[in-house]
């Protein structure tokens, strides 16, 4: 069989297969009694399993194994789940990660995990953590899931069944049923089983089959499928009551989990049909969900809304949007030849192809838009590990995954994100003992939140840790000569928490492997600034800190003012704007050899244009002068201009590696007249 054709698919499931172990090992560390969590984990590494052995991956499906065979221990209650225990599994996963990767980039999946195995190997067998001796007496058990060997599959009518009976709102409940191993009359006690369940709902599956259950060919167990609206301890409760029964495991599954499910049979894996939009050799995938309606094979009647997602390459995304920038330029172009015609016909032309341009642009940006939780699932892993190394207790709490940004601007923010945690972690929450010693819970909380506010992304780190120690921070950077001891005084607690972000600077007394070294948070404020965002501290000691960071929701298309400036026209982007303005000469003053004006209260210094950018142009004594009041956090700046020509949506270019370091200039567009405007970096002329 060629598996080339499940290739893509294959490393896409795997990966959130791998996300969902992670995100339940977290879970069962903090539930270890929760059996459910338990089953979870199997499931998916069962799944896991299956896939790469189907697809001959058989380092990956020897790993898996040797992983579920731990899980497998757990819930049956002959292992206890240790931190010792989850540490070895969490290896486990990241190698399984690493491989995939491998398969990924084009590798064969190939990893030494010897170590691993043979740790796991030890656990399985009680070398490494004590075998628990325990009886387990019969119990009604809840949400415990069959081993996939039992899993209960379905046809296409019993799926169309199933649809239907989720919009009506019904539950759908994988049910196992044991009975006593001495049990007489199989048959009369699956009999009155049926019988209960029929009263409840609606019986779609059982396995083994009716015949086979009416002939007593089977074991013990048997398994089926139930509609019913009744929740499922009730159901559980029930045939708990029939005489002969000594075990009922009810599980509710979502038509979700039963597509993926049959998908991924493997008897089943030369039937799947795939929509495949990308070689098969690249990694960077978009998910585009088309919703369509399906016949029910079944009924011409019958209609199905199934959703379907094709994955598309990153790259046919990107080449999309050049193109439809493009048709903005063009669009552009039209409009100020039609505003020079005066033609009735073609401003009605225009008008129309700008708001399907519109349309069409919204539609193209949320293409483009991801959840930020591809990033933030990293963190709790991290949190986890970063938490034992440095012997604190510290609980991570994520806010608003659901958040969608730009995929250009997902590709760096990790980073950054990645530091201002750490910083966090080893800076911010204090070990439990001084915790406690100051009156407050030993366990730390570190918050990571994501929030739209209008045109832009907020992304916070919140901790209720020792917060910015101003003194300590004022003298580091006094002896780094970063501020001097005058200015140092007259600095606001802001202005002071700020100051860590400096390049080289630190307060930790010992380098260590997490931080010390005076690099991170540098680096976090210039990535972000390249994004066209910001970052904001606050901090109140003894009581913890908050890092929010702005961020643009695209970088492709953005809101400018162009302005005139000699001969050449520039654009500045809103998101930087407070206002625009026209003032007197005779309100220039002068402060410390720089020209300031007084805006309403505050003095802002003015930047004077032409002088940055050296235009040429003949030296003149305006009365009047046209500003654009900018402002970079708390700070702020008056942009000194020839006069202002409008607002516009505009397609930011890049200048390229050539011209990559030319001052306060992140980018170019293409103008509608054909010209080439530069773009304004507002922060560079602040700072």
């Known amino acids: 069989m060629d598996t080339n054709q499940y290739l893509e698919m294959f490393i896409e499931e795997s990966k959130e297969h791998l996300q969902a172990c992670n995100e339940h090992l977290l ?46 221990e757990i819930r049956n209650s002959r292992l206890h789940v240790t931190a010792e225990l989850l540490d070895v599994v969490f290896v486990a996963v990241d190698q399984l990660e690493e491989m995939v990767l491998d398969i990924a980039a084009g590798g064969k999946g190939k990893l030494d995990v ?100 009416e002939g007593e060919d089977f074991d013990e167990i048997f398994y089926v499928a139930l509609v019913t609206n009744e929740p499922s301890d009730d159901v559980q409760k029930k045939l708990m009551k029939v005489s002969e029964v000594t075990e009922v495991l009810v599980n509710s599954v979502t038509l979700e989990q039963l597509k993926k499910r049959n998908s991924f049979e493997v008897d089943k894996v030369e039937e799947t049909s795939v929509v495949e939009m990308t070689d098969v050799t690249e990694d960077n995938k978009q998910i585009v969900e088309v919703k369509s309606p399906e016949k029910s094979p079944t009924s011409k009647n019958n209609q199905v809304q199934s959703s379907k997602t094709i994955r598309v390459n990153i790259e046919r995304l990107d080449i999309l949007m050049n193109l439809f920038e493009e048709l903005v330029i ?22 129309r ?18 959840p930020v939780e591809t990033v933030f699932n990293r963190f709790p892993r ?93 003298k580091k950077a006094i002896s780094k000569g970063i501020v001097s001891k005058e200015s140092a005084q007259a600095m606001s607690d802001k202005q002071v928490a700020e100051l860590i972000l400096s390049s080289g600077f630190s307060t930790a007394d010992v380098i260590s492997d997490v931080s010390g ?7 976090v404020k210039t990535t972000i600034e390249s994004l066209g965002g910001s970052i904001d501290i606050s901090s109140t000691e003894g009581q913890g800190s908050l890092f929010s960071i702005q961020l643009p929701l695209t970088l492709s298309i953005i ?60 030296s003149t004594d305006d009365e009047f002068h046209s500003v654009v009041l900018v402002r970079k956090g708390d700070k702020m700046a008056g942009l000194v201009v020839d006069s202002f020509i409008g607002q516009q949506e505009i397609v930011l270019k890049s200048l390229g590696a050539y011209l990559s370091s030319v001052f306060a200039i992140s980018g170019a567009t293409i103008l509608g007249n054909g010209k080439v405007a530069l773009i304004v970096d507002c922060n560079a002329l602040i700072s």
């Open 330 to 351: 063009d669009r552009g172009r039209l409009q100020s030849i039609s505003e020079d015609l005066h033609n009735s016909e073609l401003d009605e032309t225009v008008e």
């Open 27 to 72: 879970e069962l560390e903090k539930n270890p009694e929760n059996i459910a969590i338990v089953n979870e984990v199997f499931r998916s590494a069962h799944t896991l399993k299956g896939m790469s052995a189907t697809m001959g991956y058989e380092d990956i499906a020897n790993l898996t194994h040797k992983m579920e065979n731990v899980l497998d």
């Open 559 to 618: 809101s400018v003012m162009l302005v005139e400036l000699g001969e050449e026209i520039y654009a500045i982007p809103l998101s930087s704007i407070i206002e625009t303005a026209i003032i007197r000469s005779t309100d220039i003053l002068n402060a410390h050899n720089q020209k300031v004006i007084d805006f309403r209260g505050k003095v802002v210094p003015l930047v004077f244009l032409e002088n940055v950018f050296d235009v040429p142009r003949e």
């Open 517 to 523: 070294r005076g690099v991170g948070l540098d680096v």
């Open 382 to 474: 991290m949190v986890r590990q970063l938490a034992r190394d440095l012997n604190k207790k510290i609980n991570l709490e994520v806010i608003g995954a659901e958040t969608e940004l730009d995929r250009t601007v997902i590709d760096e923010i990790g980073d950054p994100l990645v530091h201002l945690i750490r910083n966090s972690l080893d800076h911010g929450v204090e070990s439990p003992e001084i915790r406690l010693a100051k009156g407050k819970p030993e366990e730390g909380t570190v918050v990571l939140r994501a929030y739209h506010s209008g045109n832009h992304v907020f992304i916070e780190i919140e901790d209720d840790g020792a917060g910015i120690n101003r003194e300590k921070v004022l």
């Open 353 to 370: 192809m700008s708001r399907i341009t519109g349309d069409l642009q919204n539609i193209i940006l949320n293409m483009r838009m991801v």
């Open 114 to 213: 010897t170590d691993t195995v043979q740790k796991l190997h030890k656990i399985e067998t009680g070398e490494v953590i004590p075998v628990a001796a325990t009886t387990v007496e019969p119990t009604i058990v809840e949400d415990t899931t069959p081993t996939q060997e039992n899993w209960l599959t379905y046809d296409d009518y019993e799926m169309t069944v199933i649809q239907q009976s989720v919009e009506q709102d019904f539950f759908t409940y994988e049910i196992s049923v044991k009975l006593r191993e001495d049990c007489l009359l199989k048959a009369a006690r699956v009999y009155m089983v049926f019988e209960l369940l029929e009263k409840m709902g609606d019986v779609i599956k059982s396995s083994p089959s009716v015949e086979k259950l």
